[in-house]
Structure formats: C-alpha cells, structure tokens
C-alpha cells in the first residue's frame, strides 16, 4: 500500500479529478452536509493525505460560526457598546469556534502535498498533520467526535482493526463516517462502470500520472471491497450504533454511518 | 430503566459500561462480543422496542451503574435535554447538540437526528400531549371521588385546551418555526397523527359517548377550534394572553350553539315532514270520501 501511493501522491488531486470527471468534489461536499459539524468539532480524518475532507470541514464550521455570531449580534439590541465590543472581541478571536482536524495518513509523500496545498490555499488555524496507520493510531482513548475516511479504508489490510480503532478514539456519542466506492445494483450502469473502470481509468493512469500498475490496482481493490451490507455489518460488530448507508450515484459510491453510543 | 437480559448478553453489557474502566480486558470482551453479536438477534426477543431489526442498547458508564437502555430512550433522553435550549438556538439541530453535551455526549451525536428538528418538535409536541392526557385523568378521578364538580362540556373544553397551550407558553418565540416545520410534507403523517390523538383525548375525558357521525363532526369542530387558538396565540401580546382566551371562550361557544342549531333544525325538518305527511293524508282522505260519495 505504501508504494503505491508513494508515486501517486503528487498526481493524487489530479488523478482524482479525471478520474471521476469532478464528481468526487460533490461526494465529498455530501459528506459534509451529512455531518453537519457544529464549532467546536474534533474531527479526525484518517487517509485524509491530501487534506480534502479537511478544507471542506473548515470552511463549513467557519461559515457555521459566522452565521451564529450574526444571530448574536442581532440579539444585542439592548446591551450597551462597552459590552457589544467586549463581546465582539471575543467571537473574533475565534472564528473557527475551537473546531479542529487532525489529518492521519500512513504515507508521508500524502501529507507533504497537503500540508503544501494548506499553505497555498491558505488555511492556518484548526489542522494538525500526523503521520499514522489506521490499525493502530496515534491517539487515546475518547478524544475525538467525529472520524471520517473517505476513499481510504478500501486500503487498509485488516479492516476491522480499523473500525476498532475507530471505536476506541471517538467520544461517547461520537460519530464514524466513511466515503468509499461501493457496489452498483443496478445492471446496466454496472455494466458501463465496470467498462469504464477497467479500459479508461488504467490509461488515464499512464497518460496522467505515468503509473498503470497503480490504477489497475485502484480498480481492482474496488472490486474486491465488501458491499454496502457487509460494510455495515463489520460496522456493527465493531460496537457502533445507528449504522446506516448512503448510496450515492445509484451505489458507486456509499457512505457508512455509525455512532458510538 | 432495567432490560431483562440473559446471561450472555449480560457479559456483552458489562463489556460495554466497562471497557472505559480496564483496557487490558479490551481485547478478550472485544472478542466475545463479536461472537455475541451474531447471536444477537436470535436471542433477544424481549427488548422494548419492537421496531428496529437489530434491537441494541448501550451501557451509559457514569451516574447509574450497570443501567442499560435502548437507543430510542437515549434519543428521548437527548431531546429532553435539547428542549431546554430550544429558546436559544429554536428547533434546530444545534439545540439537539446542545442538548447531547449536557448529557456529557459528544456533539456529533445530533447527526442521529434529521438535520432540520422535526423529531424534536415532534418529541416536544408528543410530551404536551402525555402531560394533557394524565392532567385530565387526575381532573377524572377527582370528579370520580366527589370531591369536585362535574364541569359543563364548554367549560371542560375550554379549560382542556387552554392547558395545552399554555404548556407552549415557554418556547412560543419559536413556535411558529416549529409549526411551519411540521406543516413539512414528510411530518404531516406524525403530526397529523399527534393532533387527532389530542383532540380524541380531550372528547374522551369531556365524556363523548357518541359513535354515530357525531363523533367526526366534534373532532372537526374541535379541531379547528384549537389550531385557530393557538394561531391567534402566537401573535397576542396581551399580558398573560387574556385575548386569546377570550377568543377560546367564544369559538367554544359558537361550536355549542352550532350543536344546537343542528339539532333545532333536525327537529324543525321533522315537524315540517310530519306537518306534509299529515296534509297528504288529510288531502288523499278528502278525496276518497268525495269518491265515495
């Protein structure tokens, strides 16, 4: 696994983007939405190498917490300046409201590339980059609320070591969330993404990213990954609660829910 | 609240509530539960919710040791907390976060919920409608023993439904949003639900013997008589909302006298027809004889 995403990492985002033909941004946006963190969320994204999950959750909680001030501030009508200002101060100094994300990735190159895409899209405050495997992480015990693995458990050797690490680093009430490619029901559309997958993503691979072997990989592994039910169920048996699915594009890709109840 | 479990799923509970307090143990009850889990749904037939297909509790480690509960009354115990910041942050998804930390939950656990309040509003409204339900029944009892006075159906209504809304009386800032929330095409079946229920209630204690189509005409009529209260409430301004009692007393009473005037007309009619009938036979009379002679 490691390899592989060594000669990807650079050609990561752009790969994603042909790949895909852009839809991978609203699957991740989804995602999202489907959290609806609140400030002061503790997300941990684990595979998160190139930082998309975690962008996306800061703008959402920075956009969150300026509509709550305005509320706040509406809701000053009857106090004097002096403490309209004070207060003011105060929600300034924090507009992520305390939200942070911890990017967790077994692969240095990954995290290199985003910590380099933060600087240059210009995020500051709120990220931590650590290096990390997903079977046994870095953390202790109830520190997180939300963990998010978008399009990385379907690389993980052992995936219930995941989904038990999982467990163990969320808070009480915590939430597991996972974006990966999943199983087509529909006929038809499996029969023209599988011709899709296996004749134009392998040569988008070479063209692209100069790396055929990798892609044929990628395909492959997404073949071989349990489908939706099963997913739940190794879900479930890892002690989460509430474990329900998304299907999104009619089942190429689904999100996993689950809480820690 | 206490399940009744059996044994074996008694070592996966106490796994739950203590696998915070020893780690090393992690790995053996980690094991066993996964074993468990698939005995799971075979086994466990008297669980208190008979809905979900897998039917699951959690261990709440803290106050209450070894108190095991289902997740819909951890739902119910979130919503119940989240009512207290309803005023704050209104009927939303945030007020349910509020509500999941003072319960020492994390935040993310609102994502249980659908993300506009609807089940909070609902929880809300189903509470109102159980505190009513045991109010009236102790009013019942009351009339039952003797020691108060029977009241006069308008006066019931009237003072039954005046209860109600003055439980809204706290959260009426915002009640408006959660009307128009239930209104949601996907709330309509709860809520409609919720109101006829009520509305049953209240006929039931007002001591509604009917089971001809009276009965539809006295739900309608109530009905209509309480949603136009409670809208005239959430734009009164009056101190201690004295004008919309006022308007409770006088559509009350129009709902009596239109009882009256319904059964005046019955009458009428009657005697209209038997007046008719008389004149028919009179009239049929008259010309036999004339035949006759």
Known sequence: ?261 | VRCQLCPPQHALQASAVLRRVSDEQKETFISSSQQQFSSHPTDHQSEQEPQGPRPSYTGQGGQESEDYESEEQLQHRILTAALEFVPEHGWTAEAIAEGAKTLGLSVAAAGMFHSDGSELILHFVSQCNTKLSELLEQEQKLVQLGEAEKKPTDQFLRDAVQARLRMLIPYIDKWPQALSILLLPHNIPSSLNLLTSMIDDIWHYAGDQSTDFNWYTRRAVLTGVYNTTELVMMQDSSPDFEDTWRFLENRVADAMSMGNTANQVQSTGEAVVQGLMGAAVTVSNAGTSRAVR
């Not at chain 1, 997913?231 to 996993?256: C, P, R, T, W």
Request: hydrophobic share 40%; glycine share 6%.
């Open chain 1, 1 to 261: 696994v490691y390899q592989v995403f060594e000669s990807v990492a650079k050609k990561y985002d752009v790969m994603n983007d042909s790949m895909t033909l852009g839809i991978h941004r609203v699957w991740k946006d989804i995602l999202m939405h489907k959290m609806n963190p609140s400030p002061g969320t503790l997300l941990l994204d684990v595979a998160g190498g190139t930082g998309d999950i975690a962008f996306r959750f800061i703008n959402y909680v920075r956009s969150v917490r300026e509509r709550q001030l305005q509320r706040k501030l509406r809701h000053h009508q009857n106090l004097s300046w002096q403490e309209i200002s004070e207060s003011y101060q105060e929600d300034k100094s924090k507009p992520l409201g305390d939200s942070q994300v911890v990017v967790c990735d077994i692969n240095k190159e990954m995290l290199k590339v985003g910590k380099q895409k933060a600087q240059h899209l210009g995020y500051s405050e709120g990220l931590s980059w650590v290096l990390g495997n997903a079977e046994e992480l870095p953390f202790d015990d109830d520190m997180f609320d939300v963990y998010t693995i978008a399009f990385g458990i379907r690389n993980v050797t052992r995936i219930d070591l995941a989904l038990q690490e999982a467990y163990r680093v969320l808070k009480p009430g915590g939430r597991f969330l996972c974006l990966e490619f999943s199983h087509v029901s529909n006929p038809l559309l499996s029969r023209l993404y599988d011709l899709y997958s296996f004749q134009v993503i392998p040569v988008l691979g070479e063209v692209i990213a100069g790396d055929w072997k990798s892609y044929q990989y990628l395909v492959e592994s997404i073949r071989r990954f349990p489908p939706q039910e099963e997913l739940k169920a190794m879900i479930e048996d890892a002690g989460f609660f509430k474990v329900d699915y998304q299907n999104l594009n009619s089942g190429i890709v689904a999100i996993h829910s689950g809480f820690k109840l």
